[in-house]
């Protein structure tokens, strides 16, 4: 029979697996019955789908690539010109902001 410190050195040693496999459990579900929309945020299940399809088609590294530049790029200006708002909040929306 175990005692109480073995049940608790065990669940010590199994919480950092529990931890996230209970929350990914629950946002399945809070999405999957309603609680949350799927554009905000998306199941864990949609989200693996669409990490694997893009590794499959290939276009995972060029998004991966296009958002490091946007970001490089926006942040530079900000450090160097003294102004702390972040530019890249303007990225998506302003054509001058963008990366060709």
């Not at 199994?14 to 996230?20: C, G, T």
């Not at 609680?35 to 989200?47: A, C, E, H, M, Y």
């Amino acid at each position: 029979m175990k005692n109480a410190s073995d049940v608790e050195s065990l669940l010590y040693r199994l919480a950092p697996v529990i931890i996230p496999v209970a929350f990914f459990v629950f946002w399945e579900i809070a999405v999957r019955l309603g609680g949350f929309t799927n554009i905000l945020l998306p199941p864990p299940s949609k989200v693996l789908e669409t990490l694997f399809e893009l590794i499959r088609t290939g276009t995972l590294f060029n998004h991966i690539g296009a958002s490091l530049m946007r970001a490089s790029s926006d942040q530079r200006p900000a450090q160097f010109g003294g102004s702390r708002a972040p530019l890249w909040l303007t990225a998506g929306t302003s054509e001058r902001a963008r990366i060709q």
